[in-house]
């Protein structure tokens, strides 16, 4: 089975131009964006109003933030005044952080 030089060749060139073709689809690919394929209509999400949104606390919660918040104005204070002052002026805080 002889097959002659210019079969080759047909081969040959063959091959060469359907890897040209594939080369030349991947750039194409590659330089066009990909469309979404999404058809479905976007519904907002409904937004969240933090303003009609209390922040609360239990009792407990609210003293410990209190007790902590005193401690960090004492310690602001060297420690050097009154306890009660410290204390009140933490409930100060700790009220208007949960807007009241």
Known sequence: MATSKTE???TSASKSSSTKKATETKKEALA???KK???AKKV???RKSSASKKKTASPE???RMTEVAAYYIAERN???GNP???WIEAEIQIKSLFGE
Do not use: G, N, Q
Request: hydrophobic residues 35%.
């Open 8 to 10: 080759v060749t047909k």
């Open 32 to 34: 066009t964006p990909a």
């Open 37 to 39: 394929a999404s058809t």
């Open 44 to 46: 907002a999400a409904p």
């Open 61 to 63: 919660e609210r003293y």
């Open 78 to 80: 060297s420690f050097a």
């Open 84 to 86: 009660s002052d410290y």
